[in-house]
């Protein structure tokens, strides 16, 4: 049986090569979703970002809610494009090459970022685990993937192509039921996420804390 490993996808010299071949792959401007629920996060808080790519996100974090910002993914070119960032405008993001299918946070964070990590059904029980160890108590999930629907709907052909790799919202719900989920809300929405990810898309958006 092949091993998710071997779609080119899942390999990290993959996303290093579209990285490098494209300025800003996913754009500059933070997930609209974070975005719209940052003013959950205090000032000052923790944030780690699984799948991180370029750290747009937590840059504007950084900026707008003083985060202090981890940003882990496994593609170095990713990362390093994160790193100037946070050089160049004197942010306080350190990253983490790691694949996060196999990565064992050492430590907790009070918020946890997820966008569009398009893990396999085998895959995402074990997210699911490494989210809730990375969150302290009390700690801040905002989660956004595509649904299912996505393929079969009126939608543009953007993201994932298998509905294997999105989510449906039953699955987040089941995944989070010991922690207080304050919202799994399944809208359409237009996507502005650089060149490769723009347009009318159908997700699910997971708010939730975790159990105290």
Same mark, same amino acid.
């Given at each position: 049986? %092949? ?7 899942? $390999?990290?010299?993959? #996303?290093?090569?579209?990285? +490098? ?26 944030? &780690? ?9 937590? +840059? #504007?974090?950084?900026?707008? !809610?003083?985060?202090? @910002?981890? +940003? ?7 990362? *390093? ?14 990253? =983490? !090459?790691?694949?996060?299918?196999? #990565? =064992?946070?050492?430590?907790? #964070?009070?918020? =946890? ?9 085998? *895959?995402?029980?074990?997210?699911? $685990?490494?989210? $809730? ?14 649904? /299912?629907?996505? &393929? ?15 989510? /449906? ?8 039921? %010991?922690?207080?989920?304050?919202? @799994? ?5 237009? &996507? ?10 159908? =997700? ?9």
């Amino acid at each position: 049986m %092949a091993s998710p490993d071997d779609h080119p996808s899942s $390999r990290p010299a993959f #996303w290093d090569t579209r990285y +490098a071949d494209h300025d800003h792959l996913f754009g500059v401007e933070p997930s609209a979703f974070v975005a719209a629920e940052a003013g959950r996060l205090e000032r000052g808080s923790t944030v &780690l970002e699984l799948g991180a790519g370029e750290g747009r996100t937590l +840059a #504007w974090l950084a900026r707008t !809610r003083d985060a202090v @910002c981890t +940003a882990l993914d496994f593609s170095e070119t990713a990362l *390093e494009a994160a790193r100037r960032r946070a050089r160049a405008d004197d942010l306080p993001i350190e990253t =983490v !090459r790691a694949d996060v299918r196999r #990565w =064992v946070p050492g430590r907790q #964070w009070d918020a =946890v970022v997820v966008t569009f990590l398009q893990l396999l059904p085998t *895959e995402r029980p074990a997210l699911y $685990r490494t989210i $809730r160890s990375a969150l302290r108590p009390g700690g801040l999930l905002l989660g956004e993937w595509f649904r /299912p629907d996505h &393929l079969t709907g009126d939608y543009d052909r953007i993201g994932p192509t298998t509905a294997g790799r999105m989510v /449906p919202p039953s699955e987040l719900r089941d995944a989070f039921a %010991a922690d207080a989920v304050r919202r @799994c809300a399944t809208p359409d929405v237009h &996507l502005e996420d650089g060149p490769h990810l723009r347009g009318r898309a159908a =997700v699910v958006r997971l708010v939730a804390r975790r159990a105290e």
